[in-house]
């Protein structure tokens, strides 16, 4: 099993419910981990055996910057989905950042993850 992490992924989306944050995009930031067996990638050396993650970056950009969101779970939930909606990828975690979403605070964050034998947690 290896592990990728897509470290960081800044995008700006809506997100959140106050009259402000529906009128104008805010900052968000993804990291993703994922886990999937590359031992015939790893082997071979061969990208066909390998799980695409631009492929997987590109997606989910695509979808965080053209979707509206009221909650941060919400958010986290839909991009876990979308991560796990590659067959080879075993496991995954999905963390999204909401930068100065509080006074006093760097970022509120939500993170989720999931398996194939289908244990969610929060």
């Given amino acids: ?59 989910v950009i695509d979808f965080v910057e053209q979707g509206r ?5 919400r958010l986290a939930a839909d991009v876990l989905e979308l991560v796990m909606d590659n067959p080879l990828i075993a496991r995954a975690e999905v963390e999204v950042d909401k930068p100065h ?5 760097d970022s509120v964050s939500a993170s989720v993850q999931t398996d194939r034998s289908g244990s969610d947690h929060a």
């Fill in 1 to 59: 099993m290896v592990t990728i992490r897509i470290k960081n992924l800044r995008l700006r989306t809506y997100i959140g419910f106050n009259e402000e944050e529906l009128k104008k995009r805010q900052d968000v930031i993804i990291n993703i981990v994922f886990g999937y067996k590359a031992d015939e990638a790893a082997e071979t050396d061969d990208v066909k055996y390998a799980v695409n993650y631009r492929t997987i970056t590109k997606e």
């Fill in 69 to 73: 969101f009221m909650l941060l779970e």
């Fill in 101 to 105: 979403a509080l006074r006093f605070s």
